[in-house]
């Protein structure tokens, strides 16, 4: 500790020493904690992560109970850990060690430490609507043990902002008495950047006096619990940021003490309004109730993890990419706001109905927006506190541009808000025009010249023309046509079509003669053709496909490319393929979601269904509840550095369930709803509640009635609306009468075909059945399915009419209900093609 810190820590003493005696710091008596339908309970597994965040703070940790603690943007303590002595029990106990199970429901996550002599039970909550001088997130603690106990909560103060603002040396902490019990005065060299960790019955652990030889000590809480007196109180964990607008010194620092009082007070309201908050959230966003329980669960956790995902950054409110724990950094995963990432999760939370949250995650985009029409890559929540300018992040990448002109597109079919596109259209003109001016070989199509389009690395070097960008700029230039129609700038509609239109058949110039869609496009005009997933966003917004694509479709159907727990980056049987590469062959579910809607929109129901559940499965897997950012390509696990709690990865649960299986597309404008389901073949019914209209709801069910699938949606109010049950869009206006029920009718066909519901455990190589192909004709199915050589299969198969007479299958034979599938004998996976004629 310097002087400079020792002499303002004894001032703060003497000036508050009567002030902390006075005022009651006490454990505060349980309240019950909500029970939610939607609890994930498991047992603790010590390597994996949990993600406790909010607006404001949050708590990352391990499942050992290991924890950080953040109020954004600062980190104040890391490396958190519990032990125990039990008097007259002759060995201390390692409470992490004990760690036994965690249970993650949406307003509290609980660990629980068991062992044979104590239990301590550690609940974590991120505050929702707290104000800036109330906690960001809390910790409270409750114990039970046979016998008087010391519990020790050990941790390493930090009280840093987070990267890359500038950093202040090594904090100093001091202990002053607050009722009870106490709390560390944590201060750097800054004199505006402080704060307080305190714990009502605690004692200081070690605390070194200033004489001694300098050590690093981690801080201590000693927290003595007597089992007649405490079993039914919690300990908080209070941690406060200081008032950056003052420095710290004595008036400062009662003025802290006296807002950890009042938070200890507080913590039964600060719960309250957090669970309250959560106990409202589905009143008003979409749910689905199928025969798939654990899609109804995993739909709805998606929902929650992406509003976790959002961060107050003063009076704004911007989306973040990742949560992931910082251990002895000072970045969060990617817990920066990023462009891109918000825009492609945007289509989810317009989906489920989210309005509020969208405008104000675009708004922060449009603050951000470069003068000459570049969307913002990253933004650090600690920029204001360095010249961010100079770093080379904030406009690195080339896609949120066009991205954000698709967004918006899809923003005001599904709310109708064409005021919001009227007051922002120079925004979303500047970007357009962006797009234009910068195609530095002349060919039509914007390109990577101005930062990267998808992959930030490649060999031998970066790409001149990825086909992701240039699919890209085709539904751009689109999206911005329609822009232009509905804000009556004439002159843009045609011209923004021209270059649409024109770019449409150069796509299809990245055909190679195998089939399959090549990567890039070079200045020479040449192609690299190293097969990737990323051309599978040409069928993002369903108005663009590329055209004789089976090969690439099949492909990315097979083991080549999708694994069991989702999609590759590149093919498995390219040279440059690495199964633990960012960009070269890593499984993103983020593409897994890109890949799952284009075989739903290119009519491959069967692998579309497979590579949504494989994202849909991430859900209970590490961070419970959210998505991880990528894992390995060989094995099911995450990589080490994966944000276990990544937004788009949520979001990519939520597109292809709702945009794919249901075939769910809204235009309020059109007073239309474009419907093109895909339902598994063992589901006889489905329901969505709250489907997003606007300003308004529908109720919508689907149900198997002989042959056919009768679909209704109900409103409050009768309105016209005309259900669309055909592929394409219907751009023109709906002549319906108003009503408040509005019912379609979908043949089904005679036999449908399911896939089986198979496991996959951590550590596992690709073993489950693909289903490359699927096609579809008046009286016969014809399915090109793989499987580890020699292995049986047992398919669902359902007749939505009687059993057809003339039924015959090759390949294949019906064992009841179900499909039988024998895989020759071989290494590897065989192939084996099934044709059911009827």
């Known amino acids: 500790m310097t002087k400079a810190k020792l002499f303002i820590v004894i001032q703060f003493l003497l000036a508050t020493f009567a002030l902390a005696q006075e005022k009651t710091f006490e454990p505060i008596a349980k309240f019950p904690l909500a029970e939610s339908p939607l609890k994930i309970t498991q047992l603790a597994v010590p390597k994996r992560p949990f993600t406790v965040a909010g607006e404001r703070g949050a708590v990352l940790g391990q499942q050992d109970g290991s924890f950080e603690l953040w109020s954004f943007p600062y980190k104040l303590l890391q490396h958190a850990r519990l032990f125990a002595e039990i008097d007259g029990y002759g060995v201390p106990i390692d409470l992490n060690q004990q760690a036994s199970t965690i249970e993650v429901s949406p307003d509290h996550t609980t660990i629980t430490y068991a062992h044979h002599a104590i239990t301590v039970k550690q609940e974590m909550f991120s505050v929702r609507g707290a104000t800036d001088d109330e906690p960001g997130a809390l910790v409270l603690f409750s114990i039970d043990a046979t016998g008087p106990t010391t519990v020790t909560l050990q941790f390493e103060p930090v009280m840093a902002p987070m990267w890359p603002a500038p950093q202040y040396g090594e904090p100093g902490a001091s202990w002053v008495p607050i009722g009870s019990g106490g709390g560390f005065i944590i201060a750097s060299d800054n004199p505006r950047q402080y704060g307080i960790v305190a714990m009502p019955q605690a004692s200081s652990g070690v605390l070194a006096p200033y004489q001694e030889r300098p050590k690093a000590h981690p801080l201590e809480f000693k927290i003595r619990f007597d089992p007649k007196r405490d079993r039914d109180r919690y300990f908080p964990l209070i941690a406060l940021l200081g008032d950056s607008k003052q420095k710290i010194g004595a008036a400062a620092q009662a003025s802290l003490v006296q807002n950890v009082i009042a938070t200890a007070q507080r913590v039964p309201a600060l719960y309250e309004q957090t669970r309250l908050y959560y106990a409202k959230f589905f009143d008003n966003r979409l749910t689905i109730d199928s025969p798939d329980a654990s899609l109804n669960l995993a739909t709805r956790w998606a929902e929650l993890a992406i509003d976790q995902s959002q961060v107050r950054f003063h009076d704004e409110t911007g989306l973040t990419a990742g949560w992931f724990t910082s251990a002895d950094s000072l970045r969060p995963g990617y817990g920066w706001f990023f462009g891109r990432d918000t825009l492609w999760t945007l289509y989810a939370i317009h989906s489920y109905g989210d309005f509020d949250l969208a405008r104000r995650a675009l708004n922060f985009l449009i603050k951000r927006q470069r003068p000459d029409g570049k969307i913002m890559h990253e933004f650090s929540q600690s920029a204001d506190l360095v010249d961010w300018q100079s770093f080379p992040y904030m406009y690195a990448a080339a896609d949120s541009t066009p991205l954000f002109v698709m967004l918006m597109e899809d923003y005001v079919r599904s709310t109708g808000d064409v005021q919001y596109l009227q007051s922002h259209w120079d925004n979303v003109t500047r970007a357009y025009q962006f797009t234009r001016q910068h195609d530095s070989d002349g060919d039509g199509i914007y390109d990577n010249s101005q930062g990267t389009g998808w992959v930030e690395s490649w060999p031998p070097g970066g790409p001149n023309q990825e086909l992701y960008l240039a699919s890209l700029d085709q539904q751009s230039a689109e999206a911005y046509s329609r822009l232009a129609s509905l804000t009556s700038h004439e002159s843009e509609v045609q011209a923004a079509r021209k270059v649409a239109d024109a770019i449409r058949p150069k ?332």
């Open 507 to 838: 796509l299809a110039e990245y055909r190679g003669n195998d089939g399959l869609y090549a990567f890039s496009r070079n200045r020479d005009g040449s192609y690299d053709r190293t097969p990737t997933i990323f051309p599978s966003v040409a069928w993002w917004t369903g108005r663009l496909s590329l055209p004789n694509a089976d090969s690439t479709l099949n492909r990315w159907a097979s083991h080549e490319f999708f694994t069991d727990w989702g999609a590759r980056a590149v093919s498995a049987e390219s040279p440059v393929y690495d199964a633990i590469s960012y960009h070269q062959g890593s499984v993103w579910p983020l593409f897994t979601g890109w890949s799952s809607l284009a075989q739903y929109r290119a009519d491959r129901a069967l692998s579309g269904y497979a590579q949504m559940m494989a994202n849909l499965k991430l859900t209970f897997l590490q961070d419970l509840g959210g998505v991880t950012e990528l894992l390995s390509g060989d094995y099911y696990e995450p990589l080490g550095r994966s944000s276990s709690h990544q937004m788009w990865s949520s979001a990519m649960v939520l597109s292809p369930a709702l945009r794919g299986l249901i075939g769910l597309e809204v235009d309020v404008l059109h007073h239309r709803v474009r419907l093109n389901p895909k339902l598994p073949a063992t589901w006889d019914t489905v329901s969505l509640q709250n489907v997003p209209y606007g300003n308004g709801k529908l109720a919508m069910t689907m149900s198997r009635r002989n042959g056919e699938l009768e679909v209704a949606f109900k409103s409050p109010e009768p309105q016209i609306l005309c259900v669309d049950s055909q592929p394409t869009f219907d751009d023109s206006d709906c002549k319906g009468a108003p009503s408040a029920t509005h019912v379609a009718h979908i043949k089904l066909p005679p036999v449908e075909v399911g896939i089986p519901d198979e496991e996959t455990l951590p550590g596992n190589r690709t073993h489950q059945l693909k289903v490359i192909g699927e096609t579809h004709g008046d009286r016969e199915l014809k399915l090109n399915l793989e499987s580890p050589a020699g292995t049986l299969k047992l398919l669902p198969i359902r007749f939505n009419l009687p059993r057809p007479k003339t039924l015959k299958v090759e390949g294949a034979s019906i064992d009841g209900n179900k499909l039988a599938v024998q895989f020759p004998k071989g290494t590897g996976y065989t192939n084996q093609q099934v044709t059911i004629h009827w």
